[in-house]
């Protein structure tokens, strides 16, 4: 038994391991966000202008009367592979990250874990994400930008220079560092209580589709929190995009603290709930295919018997 852990603790933490989780988590992250296309656009609109855009179902008939079908789909390139790229960083990253610290910091709980290895996986993800978002923005809210990310890129660095793509990059940071840690810790957290608590059996005495439910719950739970952490800065990031401010402390000034947090929440807890349910699920079931287990818990290498889920 101690053999069998001890193989799969070195599965775990090998190149091919961390190749599936990144590029699982491109496929996964790309799609989805892809998907809910007319959903974002909707979203940064509704951020941009509240009082042309005040609710959802007015919202796409104002934009549809305005614009027409295709410009709800107006940035997908942008969603696809800036969030594809973004997923890669964020999952991959984060479970190197969850095997460095509890192999660094073995006295430390849990939850200090993942919040560690999700804020340090989110920094370089956000890196990755910042040009892209900072054209999809442009391109959603601003007709007569661009077309997508091909004539965005030059045009954005002609008039604003490198500068221009990691403008956003700080309240990049403060929306989803927030929420990537949040998000992972609550997912991690309602693995372990659907487990102990709920099915009262371990993991690898379950189903691999009964592993895969667990997945879907715990994430559909981790997304729907850490959407309302997250949704002053992703109000203040679309100010700052389409220019309705000069930095974050006008931006606040301008928007309110009522509309931090409430200003496209519904719209966004529409998206993020599905999207994260259905990112995890994507990304679990291409590790199941490729031989691993679903996510959840840490491991320790050295002291693997210890490890409950």
Excluded at 9 to 23: A, E, G, K, Q
Excluded at 259 to 267: A, E, K, N, Q
Aim: glycine content about 8%; overall charge positive.
């Amino acid at each position: 038994m101690t053999r069998v852990k001890t193989k799969l603790d070195d599965d775990l933490s090998s190149p091919w391991f961390y190749t599936v989780c990144t590029m699982g988590g491109m496929l996964s992250a790309g799609t989805t966000h892809l998907a809910i296309t007319p959903l974002d656009v909707l979203k940064v609109n509704m951020q941009v202008n509240p009082l042309k855009y005040h609710s959802i179902p007015s919202g796409f008939s104002t934009l549809l009367r305005e614009h027409g079908r295709s410009y709800l789909w107006r940035g997908w390139s942008g969603k696809l592979l800036g969030y594809g790229v973004q997923g890669g960083c964020r999952f991959g990253l984060y479970e190197y990250f969850k095997t460095l610290y509890s192999n660094v910091l073995p006295n430390h709980n849990r939850t200090s874990i993942y919040f560690l290895s999700s804020a340090s996986a989110q920094v370089f993800a956000d890196m990755a994400l910042c040009p892209f978002e900072a054209i999809k923005v442009r391109v959603q809210t601003q007709p007569l930008f661009a077309k997508g990310l091909i004539d965005g890129f030059p045009r954005v660095y002609r008039s604003e220079g490198l500068a221009g793509f990691h403008r956003g990059l700080f309240p990049l940071w403060c929306r989803n560092l927030p929420f990537s840690m949040v998000m992972f810790s609550t997912f991690e957290q309602s693995v372990e209580f659907i487990y102990q608590k709920i099915i009262q059996k371990r993991k690898q005495d379950c189903s691999k589709a009964q592993q895969l439910g667990v997945t879907c719950l715990a994430g559909y739970t981790a997304g729907a929190v850490g959407t309302v952490i997250s949704n002053p800065a992703d109000v203040v990031l679309s100010s700052l995009y389409n220019n309705k401010a000069k930095n974050v402390l006008q931006a606040v000034r301008n928007i309110g603290f009522v509309g931090l947090f409430t200003r496209s929440l519904p719209v966004r807890i529409t998206i993020v709930g599905p999207v994260i349910t259905l990112q995890w699920f994507f990304y679990d079931a291409i590790k199941v295919l490729s031989g691993f287990p679903t996510s959840g818990g840490v491991r320790k290498p050295v002291d693997a018997t210890k490890l409950s889920v």
